[in-house]
Every structure is written in C-alpha cells, then in structure tokens.
C-alpha cells in the first residue's frame, strides 16, 4: 500500500486529509514541522509527500530543497492558502508535482494524489533511456545509423567539393538546412559567409529585396539603398529554403544568377556580378509544379545539379532512440536541467511506436517539452506532450499467448466474475445509509460506483487491464490497485482459435 507523509503544522488539516487518503486505501503518516516532516520522509521513504508552503520557522519552499536531495524522484505536492501567481510559479519552478489551495476539495486532491502515486510508481523503475551530458553525438551534424543517413552522408561527402548547386529535397522537419550546413561545412568556402533564406516566409517584394538588394526610391518605403544576400555573401554559400515558394519574378532572376553570376538590385540597372554557391530545398512536387506552370522547368534544372533526398524519420526507425538521446542531452544544457537521467520505458516504448509527422523539428519540441515539464528525474508519460499519449496509450504486457503447435493458438483472457453487476440497488443504499446516520457517505457511494464501473469496463475488454486504463483515461497502475484494493477476483477462460472455451 502506497504511503504519504503529510506535514502541515494544522492539526485540522492533518486530520482531514488523513482520512480521506485512507478511504482510497492509502498509508498516511503526518508531522507537524519541518524537521519532522524531512526525518519522516527520510526514515519511511514515502511515495508522496504533501507539504505546508507556509510553517513556522521554514518555508515549504525551502523544504522542498532538502527533500529533493533526499530523494529527487519523490512528487511533492504543495497545500498553500496563498494562490496568488507568484506562489504557484516558485513552487513549480523548484519542482513541485503540484500544488492545491486551502480550503481543500478533498474528492480533488484524493485523485491528485493517486496520480502523483502513479507517477512515483513509473519513476521508480530503471531508465530505458539514459541521457547522457557528454553524448559522442554532441558535435555530429547528423545523428543516426541507418542505411538512409549513411547514404545522405555519402552523398554529401561526394558533392561538398564541388562547386556545384544542390537540390535538398525531403519532408518539413526531415533536417534538410543540417544538410546544407554539412556541405558548406565541408566545402573549400567554409572560411566564407552562409546566409539562409526561408522563401515561404517573405511576401514576394520583400523576397526580391532580401536576395538581391534595392536603390532608393524602388518602392514605397525604400527610403535608402540596400545590398542584398548574393552581394553580401559574395564567395559564400546561400541555403535557399522552401524554394518551391518563390515567385516567378524571382524564380526569373535566381535562373540568371545560376547561369552568369550576375544581377540587378531592384529599381536599379547596375549589373552586380557575385560568386556564390546555391544550395536549395523544398518539401514541395517541384515535377508537378512544373507541369502546372507555377515553378521554372529551366530553374529546376539549373537547382538540380545534384539532388540529396533526406528520408522521413518513419522510415529509418533505427535512429529515433539515438536522436532521442542526442535532444535529451541538448535540452538538459539548453533547460539548465542537468538532472533528468533518462526516459523510463514506458516513456520510450510511446516515443518508438510514434509515427513522428513532423520528423526530427517535431522530436527536438516533443523532447523539449518533456524536459521541461519533468519534476523528477526519469521522463514518465505524464510528462509528454499529448500529442504523444493521444495517440499511443501506455500499455504493459500484452494479454498471453501461448503457442503449443504451429497452427493451433491458446489466447488466455483474464475476466472479473460478476461483483456488483448493477446499480439498481444504488438508491437503496444510499437510503439505508442515511438511516444509519453515516458521516463518511461520499466516500462510500464513491467506492461503490467505482468498483462497478472498472468491473463492468474490465467485462467488456475480457479482462485486458490496458484496453480498460485506456477506455477510463487512468493509467495501468491504477487498475491493478483497484483490483486489488476492492478485490475484483478474476477468472481465466481459455479459447482455442476454433473458439472452444475450457
């Protein structure tokens, strides 16, 4: 049984939570201060502590720091009468789980608190995961060791000498400007300027005007002359990215630049000569784009001196736990949060099986994100985006299955006999208890509901406890302690693929 140590120096409050934390089957022990409360949590090593953000002689907060040194993974949930924002930001900001204000919604904080068990329970498992501050993959471009990423460095190795312009061409978020950097990176004009220019993100004037420069007086607002990125970038390299959205004007004049290395600013005749190199992406159909006449055939051949096709991260899945690793460590040092240790398994087993639509962008946010939001030190699900637990729910072993020939399977489902069935006797019970002149029956009545609704959920998933965390929204620690704790027994059918029952 799970134990909480609540230290608050309000006896009422001591009292009160006590006894609703024990209606759902929790241990609890209190204290009335500080120095009692850390030799509590030293001595019975708890699974929750609930903790007073305002006592005598400390403050919560400063608790809270010497708890953590005891034991990083522990959730500390704050009980505050002060919920003003300053309040609630410090104690997240050192670390808290959560924190609930005064005067307590117990029903609240009893489920608080089994989530915070729940979250403790997945921390205490070993990373599967580990992040490691001085990874080998620190200085690497790119990160992987997939036949396709081999193949991506091949071809950047075999074109980065040469002074021809390249074509990138791959999925949003796949990595394509790494690519481009790794060229220029290991090209004789990595002494000179890279300039990047993202085509979809400026209106087409605009555009014109930041790739080749201006006169006074071009247009309305160009109240001065401007030099353009080929001029300034003269001997460099330029990464044109997104260049499936570029303007046919525009298009018109990269073509000349490609072809002689000269251009005109806008609104003036001066012809510019330059020598830069020209790197391109696009996510786009530029083939299509062709057809449909909204992007130069000459253009794309002239682009196209050698084209790199960057890979979705689905189809090289060998490299998602590797640049995993690598943004775990980068968003430890970027975060300052240099004592998160890794991803527990239930964690990596949703990030594996992740389908990743926005490829390795998506993955650096994604693990970002989780390492902000981790209060401890192993990356549970709780700490993932949504868009990670919507889409694959944690699940623990699956339901056996057990081979004894080839052709024949015995599939073993797990099922609750019939323990409180139906409500229909709900009213009655709740009558008989009033007549007995009960003061505990919102805990009562909440059993009694919740004990028929995980039996009637286990019933219609044949026993499969992670089918039922998923239709209840809890997770699957959660169902085997409500199992156990109101002792839905369990009965085992075998079905043979003919569909006998024995």
Not at 166 to 184: D, F, H, N, P, W
Not at 392 to 411: N, Q, Y
């Amino acid at each position: 049984m799970a134990l909480v140590v609540v230290v608050d120096d309000d006896r009422s409050i001591r009292h009160m939570v006590s006894q609703s934390l024990e209606k759902i089957h929790l241990r609890v022990e209190t204290a009335a201060t500080a120095d009692e409360g850390l030799q509590l949590v030293g001595r019975t090593q708890p699974d929750v502590v609930l903790l007073d953000i305002m006592m005598p002689g400390r403050s919560g907060l400063d608790v809270l720091r010497d708890i953590q040194a005891i034991d990083r993974r522990l959730p500390v949930i704050f009980i505050t009468a002060d919920s003003g924002t300053s309040t609630a930001i410090e104690a997240m900001q050192l670390g808290a789980y959560d924190y609930v204000s005064k005067p307590l919604d117990l029903p609240s904080l009893n489920r608080l608190v089994q989530a915070a068990v729940d979250a403790r329970r997945l921390m205490s498992t070993p990373v599967a995961l580990a992040a490691d501050p001085v990874s080998d993959q620190a200085g690497k471009v790119f990160v992987g060791r997939s036949p396709q990423i081999l193949d991506v460095l091949k071809a950047i190795g075999r074109v980065a000498a040469q002074d021809v312009p390249v074509l990138i061409r791959g999925e949003s978020g796949t990595g394509k400007e790494l690519a481009a950097q790794a060229i220029y990176q290991h090209s004789h004009r990595r002494d000179r300027p890279f300039m990047a220019i993202n085509c979809a993100a400026l209106p087409d004037t605009l555009l014109e005007s930041e790739l080749f420069g201006h006169e006074k007086g071009a247009f309305t607002g160009a109240d001065r002359r401007r030099i353009g990125k080929f001029e300034q970038c003269h001997g460099g390299t330029i990464f044109l990215d997104e260049v499936g959205d570029m303007a046919p004007v525009v298009q018109g004049k990269v073509l000349r630049l490609l072809q002689d290395q000269r251009f005109e600013r806008v609104g003036g005749n001066e012809t510019i000569g330059t020598d830069v190199r020209v790197i391109a992406a696009t996510n786009r159909p530029l083939e299509e784009m062709v057809e449909s006449k909204t992007f130069r055939a000459d253009l794309l051949y002239r682009l196209n001196g050698v084209t790199i096709f960057i890979p979705p991260l689905r189809d090289r899945r060998e490299d998602i736990q590797p640049l995993l690793k690598h943004f775990l460590m980068r968003s430890q040092q970027a975060l300052s949060k240099l004592h998160i240790e890794g991803l527990s398994p239930q964690s990596l087993e949703l990030l594996t099986n992740y389908s990743w639509p926005g490829n390795i962008r998506e993955m650096y946010s994604v693990v970002q994100q989780a390492v902000l939001n981790a209060i401890g030190p192993i990356i549970i699900p709780e700490f993932l985006p949504r868009q990670i637990t919507d889409a694959h729910p944690v699940t623990a072993a699956p339901v056996p299955v057990m081979k004894e020939e080839p052709s024949d399977t015995i599939e073993t489902h797990t099922l609750p006999t019939s323990q409180n069935s139906s409500l229909d006797d709900l009213s009655a019970f709740i009558d008989s208890e009033l007549r007995s002149k009960t003061t505990d029956l919102y805990a009562a009545v909440v059993d009694r509901v919740e004990r028929y609704l995980i039996t009637r959920v286990l019933q219609e998933t044949n026993g499969n406890q992670s089918r039922t965390a998923e239709i209840l929204g809890v997770t699957r620690a959660t169902i085997r302690d409500r199992i156990a704790t109101f002792n839905i027994s369990m009965e085992h059918k075998v079905r043979m693929d003919n569909g006998a029952e024995n």
